[in-house]
């Protein structure tokens, strides 16, 4: 973190250009046409004033690269030699890496090879080669996608690796070869044109082979994909998300087709936020795998019966995930592929955009046209509300009522009492499931021969606020700003000490006076954080926080450092002691009074349900201690209450 220079680290993918003491250029994630993009050499901050992206060196390369925070540390490392010292695995755990890191090496091995095949050998460009011509895929796309092809001979693969000192154990754990009874290898893509799959980080895991020619018609299997090896299992990976990650976070939308073809000639046609499944049913996996870039999936199929069923597969784990789900069916005798090579990309996304519906819509419209039958009526409605029911989002979730209500024909309330009902079934299953998993555990528990009892589980701890408050956030920014700024001289503490008091230190003696503290977590570890450090050598809250090793803490420091709008240094303002300290007192007053109405509240439900006299009169006098301290304290805010 000390070492990344995040001007050096920006312009990597960035063109940057001195404007005074920060640096300027185009921002990376949305369609920037003036330059928006700030990055601070000073603070070690990028901003972009336009779509409100700002961070440090580590942010830029997890957002840029839509790669995890290790995984971006790991990044940095490599560009500035720094060795990374992890801890010592056991052995079973070093046995697992070893083959993992093994059949990683192989695969990347083989997808080279397959590619030189496909450049370089004569058959690969009288066959392979020719076959991509024959789809229209330009040189550019095929490298992006390392497309190539596979040798007719089945041991050409096997006997090349095994010149190069690849083991046959690897070969086979790959699943790029199988063996014959005689112990000999095979190419299990021999003859076929080769599609590498990459994980998010580019990495080679499987490899899908595709027959040609005149040896596709009539044979069931067209296609063949690497069977689950240690580093590939096909419901956790999807085709294509290495290539579209970047153009999926830009534009906050995800295109989901069926085929590696679909995927090849969106990409080659100007759509690159594009992914396919390829042909399996959608698994939570891959749905989290696409939310940590969009909640906004558009389901991308063809028009005919078979595009249709693929779109109504997953779409109710899609919404049981949050995404956002839109579904566009092509035209007749039209898939992604054909689309794509026959428009333009703007012509493609206008066509999106206009045809594109959103699930309740499609489902609607698909389950219910032209059913009179009441009884099927009556299961189409059932399935649509079902639907609606695994909504999280109850503001969202009413929202597809109302919706269906007025597109169905039928009373709000009646819609909401079913979809009830299926919510509560679904907890109800949730229950049992739960319930016959610890019967079964201690079952296995009673069957072993020694048993070691469990700890305790620690107690629930009290519920925190899901998000921070504004009024936390804004007492939290002043601690990040002058977290390290002398505000008190001279001030005598309980223990008789007297010692200068930073702004931190104030907050935090100022909030304990009153046995108070900030609610979330994170505010939390903010503050006691800074008055830990405060008198540390060279300590700077502002550069501590956003250059903090916990990627929530410099997100949140980033984000409170870097101003909301572009102001030059010339005229950015530099408050003076007096006014940090008239601010810092009144949002400690405003969360006192944030405190006892919410206090008030909780001592009027308590009174509702008082039990006896007794505890009734001791409630409402302390709500009247309370109203007096309200008073008090809106007074001094000069508010009336």
């Known amino acids: 973190m000390d070492t990344a220079d995040i001007v050096e680290v920006v312009s990597e993918f960035v063109t940057l250009q001195k404007r005074g003491t920060s640096y300027k250029g185009l921002c990376p994630f949305h369609d920037d046409r003036t330059p928006s993009f700030s990055v601070s050499p000073s603070r070690g901050v990028y901003k972009c004033f336009a779509c409100g992206k700002a961070g440090n060196a580590v942010n830029f390369v997890m957002e840029h690269e839509q790669m995890t925070y290790v995984e971006a540390l790991k990044w940095l490392a490599r560009k500035y030699n720094i060795e990374i010292k992890e801890r010592e695995l056991t052995n079973e755990e070093k046995k697992q890496q070893g083959e993992r ?4 090496i192989v695969n990347e091995w083989a997808a080279g090879y397959y590619e030189r095949v496909l450049h370089e050998d004569r ?4 066959i392979g080669m020719q076959y991509w011509r024959s789809r229209g895929f330009r040189d550019d796309v095929i490298q992006r996608f390392r497309l190539g092809y596979a040798p007719a001979q089945r041991d050409a693969l096997p006997k090349a690796a095994q010149a190069k000192g690849y083991k046959n154990e690897y070969l086979l754990a790959s699943g790029l070869c199988g063996q014959r009874e005689n112990g000999e290898l095979y190419d299990r893509f021999a003859g076929r044109v080769i599609f590498p799959w990459f994980t998010v980080s580019g990495k080679v895991v499987a490899f899908g082979g595709r027959l040609l020619d005149a040896r596709t018609k009539g044979v069931a299997q067209k296609y063949v994909n690497s069977p689950d090896t240690p580093v590939y299992h096909k419901d956790h990976e999807l085709y294509g998300i290495f290539q579209a990650k970047k153009a999926i976070a830009k534009y906050d939308c995800v295109y989901m087709v069926e085929g590696y073809t679909d995927v090849i000639s969106m990409h080659q046609c100007g759509i690159e936020n594009v992914v396919a499944n390829s042909g399996t049913a959608l698994s939570v996996h891959q749905i989290r795998l696409l939310h940590r870039f969009t909640s906004n999936i558009v389901l991308l199929y ?13 779409t109710d784990m899609l919404l049981a995930e949050g995404m956002n789900v839109r579904v566009l069916l092509l035209p007749d005798q039209e898939d992604p592929d054909s689309f794509a090579r026959n428009h333009t990309a703007a012509d493609f996304r206008a066509y999106i955009e206009q045809h594109q519906t959103d699930f309740m819509e499609f489902k609607t419209n698909l389950m219910l046209r032209g ?25 969202k979730r009413a929202s597809f009522v109302k919706d269906c209500s007025q597109r169905i024909g039928i009373a709000e309330q009646t819609l909401i009492r079913q979809m009830n009902r299926f919510i509560r079934q679904d907890k109800e299953q949730e229950y049992r499931d739960l319930q016959r998993k610890e019967r079964q555990e201690q079952a296995q528990a009673a069957l072993a021969p020694e048993t070691v009892a469990a700890p305790a589980p620690a107690a629930t701890p009290a519920a925190t606020p899901a998000v921070i408050t504004q009024l936390e956030y804004l007492i939290v920014e002043e601690v990040v700003r002058y977290g390290e700024r002398v505000i008190l001289n001279n001030v005598e503490l309980d223990d008789g000490q007297v010692c200068d008091l930073t702004l931190a230190e104030y907050v935090d ?8 503290q900030l609610r979330h977590p994170l505010c939390r570890q903010m ?12 300590f700077v809250a502002s550069r501590y926080f956003s250059l903090h090793p916990d990627v929530e803490v410099s997100r949140l420091g980033t984000q409170m450092v870097t101003d909301q709008v572009h102001v030059s240094e010339s005229l950015r303002l530099n408050p003076t002691t007096e006014q940090i300290v008239r601010h810092i007192q009144h949002l400690l007053i405003d969360f006192r009074l944030e405190f006892v109405d919410r206090t008030l509240k909780e001592l009027k439900t308590a009174m509702l349900s008082a039990s006896n006299g007794e505890q009734l009169q001791e409630l409402q006098a302390q709500y009247m201690q309370y109203l007096q301290l309200r008073a008090e304290f809106a007074k001094r805010l000069g508010r009336t209450v």
């Open 101 to 104: 890191e093994s059949v990683l």
């Open 123 to 126: 058959d690969g460009q009288a």
């Open 302 to 314: 063809d028009g005919d019966e078979a595009g249709i069923h693929a779109a109504m597969r997953g």
């Open 371 to 395: 059913v009179s039958d009441p009884v099927k009526r009556s299961e189409a409605i059932n399935n649509i509300v079902k639907s609606i029911s695994v909504i999280e989002d109850p503001i």
């Open 509 to 516: 003696q100022d909030l304990k006076l009153d046995g108070l």
């Open 527 to 538: 503050l006691e954080e800074a008055v830990a450090h405060v008198h540390d050598d060279d």
